[in-house]
């Protein structure tokens, strides 16, 4: 059974504890609003099980604004770059509908990733920051905002299609890639996936996923699913609230892809997209209160002030 909309954290209006976080944020970080509201929040909201949740957060916040300017995030999708060409024509990524919540249906296919160019170019460090380019393309398709009372959907469905996988694509080489995949991009994007699958599993895969799971924090892998194929996937896919309207053709079901290669080329000449800026924050709205209630409070003694200026004069 999928769950209901509401009921999903990720649509919860912020919390006073969440609105705290925020704000001492501000006062903590001074390039803070390098990122966007969305990604602060995800932020917050993506450490708080961490033991010493603030400390974790500060930490990690200052770790992605670092990363975002050593990469150029902002600049990915609209600046022509031979490394992004490059990456974007050996690492075959789409997606397709949304389930039930809104949530982008989002397929790479391990037939599509060409791992010995892409490592024959890049180092890890280089590969990190280049496949950035694709979240950030799914961050602008996805229009991202955090609301004061109802959010819109801000994570993904992540779905990893290992069909032809075979041990020689589980080289310690490629294993680099799929951490890369799984575990870098997680913790530079927190908080962005609703639930990750990896479809038409077979046994070799299966046998080595303990080697994976290790780079896997708790909370990934409570909403991660090893699966199979065919007919019993696509029952699974809409036990998760996925219709089948929503699941791409090649694992059986209905929907055309669109191309994140193709989207961030028709950018480039179209202009470059901007992620929606987000709806005024709880904290933002109380200070603009409290300024306008400053101001009232000014002006209206200054009418005062008038008013017992004229008698005086009579």
């Excluded at 993904?156 to 951490?179: A, E, N, P, Q």
């Excluded at 065919?230 to 998760?240: D, N, R, W, Y």
Aim: contains cysteine; aromatic residues 8%.
């Amino acid at each position: 059974m999928s769950e209901d909309t509401h009921a999903l954290p990720e649509f919860k209006p912020l919390t006073d504890v969440e609105k705290g976080i925020y704000k001492k944020l501000e006062d903590d970080i001074p390039n803070l609003h390098f990122l966007s509201e969305t990604l602060i929040f995800q932020c917050i909201r993506g450490w708080e099980t961490e033991d010493n949740r603030y400390d974790a957060t500060v930490e990690n916040v200052k770790r992605i604004i670092a990363f975002r300017q050593k990469a150029r995030c902002t600049e990915l999708l609209s600046e022509p770059s031979e490394d992004v060409d490059f990456f974007l024509e050996h690492w075959g990524s789409e997606i397709y509908g949304e389930d039930v919540h809104g949530h982008y249906f989002w397929l790479e296919q391990v037939t599509t990733i060409h791992a010995p160019e892409l490592l024959g170019r890049f180092d890890d460090e280089h590969m990190k920051d280049t496949r950035s380019v694709l979240m950030e393309a799914l961050e602008v398709k996805k229009g991202n905002a955090i609301a004061t009372s109802v959010n819109t959907p801000h994570k993904h469905i992540y779905v990893m299609d290992l069909s032809g996988v075979t041990f020689g694509h589980f080289s310690s080489s490629v294993k680099r890639v799929v951490k890369n995949v799984i575990v870098e991009m997680g913790n530079l994007y927190p908080e962005s996936v609703h639930k990750m699958f990896f479809v038409n599993a077979p046994f070799v895969f299966r046998a080595i996923w303990g080697m994976i799971t290790p780079w896997l924090h708790p909370v990934t892998k409570e909403k991660t699913y090893i699966l199979g194929g065919g007919e019993k996937l696509l029952k699974e896919f809409e036990a998760a609230g996925i219709p089948r309207a929503s699941v791409p053709k090649v694992l059986g079901g209905q929907a055309e892809p669109i191309s994140l290669k193709s989207l961030i080329e028709g950018w480039r000449v179209s202009g470059a997209p901007v992620t929606p800026p987000a709806i005024k924050t709880e904290v933002e709205k109380e200070v603009e209160k409290e300024e306008e209630g400053q101001k009232e409070e000014e002006v209206q003694k200054e009418m005062v002030e008038e008013g017992e200026g004229g008698k005086s004069e009579s």
